[in-house]
């Protein structure tokens, strides 16, 4: 079926997305041209080009609005500065601040080591995790990349090169999840499971 170049245009914009496919971009496309006011098409296309005005915190490299040298929790005085939990990507940041049970700071890597597609250390931003805890103030980083080949290379690679600076590096545990069932864990989780146990 061919369809006017504008919509076309969006369906592929669309799709472009990650986990997004044809038919969920076919649906919003349509939704979006359904919508009786264009309020929420604006309201859309101001949020996407104001995507532009969002940078980099110079400390822990999670987005912060331009002009900001500092993200919201870097500047937040109330946060332990000298307490880094480090994370594969800024989603990661979202999940662990939704728990409210964090109140250090964070270092954003943008990924994790994986030789085969050619991402080396100096792809990540290792380097400035690594200054920042040559600064001084810094008592104990958390690894919290993903229980993965690559996150787990990543914590390895990490914990080398930050335990010789005198600094506690711990990894977060890992497990069986809350309501899941051993009989259906992989073998991974178990193995982590069996290795995090604590004493009742």
Do not use: W
């Amino acid at each position: 079926m061919s369809l006017p170049e504008p919509i076309q245009r969006a369906i592929d914009a669309f799709a472009a997305l990650p986990g997004i496919g044809p038919k969920t971009a076919s649906r919003l496309t349509f939704y979006l041209l359904r919508e009786p006011s264009a309020g929420l098409r604006e309201a859309l296309a101001e949020a996407i080009h104001g995507l532009g005005e969002v940078t980099y915190c110079r400390q822990c490299y999670n987005f912060t609005a331009a002009g900001e040298e500092l993200c919201p929790i870097c500047r937040d005085p109330h946060r332990d500065a000298g307490l880094i939990c480090v994370v594969e990507e800024p989603l990661d940041v979202v999940a662990i601040e939704r728990t409210g049970a964090y109140r250090g700071t964070y270092h954003v890597l943008h990924g994790v080591l994986s030789p085969i597609e050619g991402v080396g250390p100096e792809s990540l931003r290792i380097a400035e995790l690594v200054a920042r805890v040559q600064r001084g103030d810094v008592h104990e980083v958390i690894i919290a990349t993903n229980p993965s080949m690559e996150g787990d290379a990543t914590a390895m690679y990490l914990h080398r090169r930050l335990a010789p600076l005198g600094v506690k590096v711990t990894r977060l545990a890992r497990g069986l999840p809350v309501g899941g069932d051993v009989e259906y864990a992989d073998q991974y989780t178990l193995r982590g499971a069996l290795m995090e146990r604590k004493e009742m």
